[in-house]
């Protein structure tokens, strides 16, 4: 292609990028730079590797913490546990937070004994459609979530990704009560590539 063909000079050709050059072209001083370089790279990309595998601790560790806090809300939404009046304490922080939900209105029916909290699950995701699911939950998702009864992660030893498991009552919409999806994680250098 000529240079009226693309609209380059000769001049712009120089700048032009380009994917892969040979390293002999360049004076050997650049050469010994772009190698020190790539030694500082690699040696980022382990401190990143050290660093997602001391951060995979830590979600270990809270795990556990969490599904302990985790299980309790599930026996309170599910009807299987009565918190008591201690538990049932709001205690303000100074979080604004707080203060919009201490301006929720909660009605109190006594129409007949209601186990738990009905369709728990089915709000939280209705609830967070927006701002996290970027508008995925939909109108055709809402009788299926009814049944959801529990959202749970499992994490594995080494830092290889994680697993969200969506456990279900019986329903008219499958037959296996806990669907999953596992994500992998790349947490270890490509020895056949490591500056990738």
């Not at 000769?10 to 040979?22: L, Q, V």
Request: glycine content about 4%.
């Amino acid at each position: 292609m000529s240079d009226s063909e693309d609209g380059m000079s000769s001049e712009d050709e120089k700048f032009r990028f380009k994917p892969t050059f040979d390293l002999c072209e360049l004076p050997a001083e650049v050469i010994k730079r772009v190698k020190a370089l790539k030694n500082l790279q690699f040696a980022n990309i382990k401190h990143e590797e050290e660093y997602y595998h001391e951060v995979h601790k830590l979600d270990l560790k809270y795990k556990k913490l969490y599904d302990e806090n985790n299980e309790k809300r599930k026996q309170i939404y599910l009807g299987n546990y009565e918190p008591t009046e201690k538990e049932c304490e709001w205690k303000d922080e100074g979080d604004d937070i707080v203060g919009e939900i201490k301006k929720l209105e909660i009605k109190d029916k006594k129409e007949g004994a209601i186990k738990g909290i009905p369709s728990f699950w089915l709000t939280v995701f209705q609830n967070a459609n927006e701002t996290l699911l970027n508008g995925m939950f939909e109108k055709i998702d809402e009788p299926i979530f009814k049944h959801l009864e529990d959202v749970t992660i499992s994490l594995p030893e080494k830092n290889t990704g994680f697993i969200i498991n969506f456990h279900f009552s019986p329903n008219e919409f499958f037959t296996n009560t806990v669907l999953t999806k596992e994500y992998e994680m790349k947490s270890d250098i490509d020895p056949e590539d490591p500056l990738d």
